[in-house]
Nanobody, 115 residues
Framework: QVQLEESGGGLVQPGGSLRLSCAASGIISRFNDMGWYRQAPGEQRELVATITASGITNYAHSIEGRFTISRDNAKNTVYLQMNNLKPEDTAVYYC?????????WGQGTQVTVSS
């Protein structure tokens, strides 16, 4: 089993930056993919970015090149660098871990973008 712990959320002004972290613990597969999703109040959860075990990335069109996903396999940690944040980025951000046989979510970290 794998557990995920997100951190790095908070309150930031429009145009500011945050870096989210997600640390995985437990029995980690070498073939895992990970990603970030987000969910605003009253809305559907949506994909933000994904990254494979080998570092191949994919991004949602809605972030318009402002975010970067990365990972440190030695630390079993994935990051989301968020720049030029906008009020519409306000949401709970969830880390996601998946393999062919197992998937799990973190509990989420709140990101609020407001002046």
């Amino acid at each position: 089993q794998v557990q995920l712990e997100e951190s790095g959320g908070g309150l930031v002004q429009p145009g500011g930056s945050l870096r989210l972290s997600c640390a995985a613990s437990g029995i980690i597969s070498r073939f895992n993919d990970m990603g970030w999703y987000r969910q605003a109040p009253g809305e559907q959860r949506e994909l933000v970015a994904t990254i494979t075990a080998s570092g191949i990335t994919n991004y949602a069109h809605s972030i318009e090149g402002r975010f970067t996903i990365s990972r440190d396999n030695a630390k079993n940690t994935v990051y989301l660098q968020m720049n030029n944040l906008k009020p519409e980025d306000t949401a709970v951000y969830y880390c996601y871990y998946y393999t062919l046989t197992f998937r799990t979510w973190g509990q989420g970290t709140q990101v609020t973008v407001s002046s």
